[in-house]
């Protein structure tokens, strides 16, 4: 497989993203389609300079986590290297939340740099998603951990893209000054 340099590459692995992704919604009150954020995330990534695997990535993010395709389907598709900044940002579902959680904390300095943007330009979406559109079922201090623990994912991804971590930094005051606000009114 040729390298991905074209922007084929991008609207191809969209594609694949959206039909894996197909019936998925997020979990949050607007109810979007799951899709919508894999390509906020790669948005994300393009925007603030990314190398093209880690945007692909970015597309891909989720497509073994969180439906029926395969790492060897990503291999197959996209490469070694986009497959791989995929393995990296994706959980073992098979451990319990609170194991996962805490791993991607820990292992998140030991990642690569594309996967580190990766892992940013997701916990930015979702720190977005919280504040725009939480899960009904998410209350204020469910929402205010999970705020917390993203900034302790990111603080092990910085270093790599100094746009990225000031984007984060950004909507992570957000989020928490949204937070303080509701507990305010």
């Not at 074209?6 to 694949?16: G, M, Q």
């Not at 451990?95 to 997701?122: C, G, T, Y």
């Not at 790599?160 to 930094?169: E, G, S, T």
């Amino acid at each position: 497989m040729k390298p991905c340099t074209d922007p084929a590459e991008i609207l191809r692995a969209t594609l694949f993203a959206a039909r894996a992704h197909a019936g998925q919604a997020r979990k949050g009150a607007a109810a979007e389609p799951y899709v919508n954020h894999v390509i906020e995330v790669a948005g994300i990534l393009a925007d603030h300079g990314a190398p093209l695997p880690a945007i692909l990535a970015g597309l891909l993010h989720d497509t073994v986590e969180d439906t029926d395709c395969t790492h060897a389907d990503l291999v197959v598709a996209f490469g070694e290297e986009v497959a791989a900044i995929v393995a990296e940002a994706t959980d073992d579902k098979s451990l319990p939340k609170e194991i996962r959680k805490s791993l991607q904390v820990s292992h998140a300095p030991k990642k690569s740099d594309a996967a580190k943007q990766l892992k940013l330009a997701d916990k930015i979406s979702n720190l977005r998603a919280i504040a725009d559109s939480p899960p009904a079922n998410w209350n204020h201090a469910r929402r205010t951990e999970y705020v917390g623990w993203a900034g302790r994912v990111a603080a092990g991804c910085k270093g790599v893209n100094p746009a990225l971590d000031a984007l984060f930094d950004e909507t992570y005051r957000d989020a928490l000054a949204r937070l303080a606000e509701e507990m305010r009114g």
